[in-house]
């Protein structure tokens, strides 16, 4: 445990160094705490959609973040899963004076969209979450990448898997030593859905553990959805050979408990994002296991390389993040089960 909790506090002074909406239309937000200066920079902000549970937090800590620091005012966008939508929402935030941009894509491929109106008001676009991919990143010295490894998620998932399937002898069903799972994937063609689900098998099977997929369908990332294609996994043909549920994120997985519930099921299932009413599912062994995404770290290097982009600092010479030489920021991952549980549960 001490070990994880160096990684854990290693991996935020990486980021950070020592410093540490409605409707789609666009309003200019102000958590509590006050309001900027009347001169303070306008930084346009959008998110794919506010109802995703991951997204959701992480816009309240961008918007904590400029509550605090009262140096910036933030226009807030909700894309609401539509990229047309956020294109428009790009014009006006440009046409209100937006001296930065920070955008959550909805799709990552209008990456390329998004720069051209970013390049042509000469702007700097920030996007996080959603990498729009290195040649979209390349096209324009002033765009930026805040986010993680996708990889990485997908091997630490597959490390938590590993370590319990051996830890749990009784969960091989069928006692042939392969693990017996199926899969839901986030939304097709995110780097995130497409790398969790490669590299969480390809690990394991690295590391000497056999598996066999009985199903994979996509929840894009939605609670709801994926309780309803885990109850049909379950009264399907191989829903009784099932032995591990594996999600690309917690919302998934938690719809999957809902749909395991309904029919008196328990199956190890494994999460991603670490959010708040998954740690109280593994605290309560509903949930095996998840891996950190931590959202809250993001927003912080959001934020601070928002703030330095609009009063012209260069980024490269900042203590409050790590820029590579593609211009990431990439914050690390880190597992999450049950011996490592109470420090990430806020008290």
Known sequence: MNFQKTLAAAALAAVLGLTACNGGSQNASQAEGGKPAGDAPKIGVTIYKYDDNFMSLMRKSLEGEAAAAKNAELLM???????????????????????????????????????????????????????????????YDKAYFVGTNPQESGEIQASLIGKMWKEHPEWDLNKDGVIDFVLLKGEPGHPDAEAR??????????????????????????????????????????????????????????GAVEAMKAQGKVLPTFGVDALPEALQMIKADTLAGSVLNDGETQAKAVYALAVDLAAGKDPAASSAYKLDANRNIRVPYVGVDKTNLDQFLKQ
């Open 197 to 254: 689900t490669k590299y969480v098998v390809e690990k394991l099977n690295a590391d000497g553990i056999k598996t066999k997929q009985l199903q994979l369908d996509t929840g894009m990332w939605d609670a709801a959805k994926a309780k309803d294609i885990m109850q049909a996994w379950l009264s399907g043909t191989s829903g009784k050979d099932i032995e591990v549920v594996i999600s690309n994120n917690d919302g998934m997985a938690m």
């Open 77 to 139: 966008n909700d894309s609401q899963n539509n990229q047309s939508t956020q294109n428009d929402q790009v014009d006006v935030m440009l046409a209100k004076g937006a001296k930065v941009l920070a955008i959550n894509l909805v799709d990552p491929a209008a990456g390329s969209t998004i720069i051209e109106k970013a390049k042509a008001a000469g702007v700097p676009v920030i996007f996080f979450n959603k990498d729009p991919g290195e040649a979209a990143l390349k096209s």
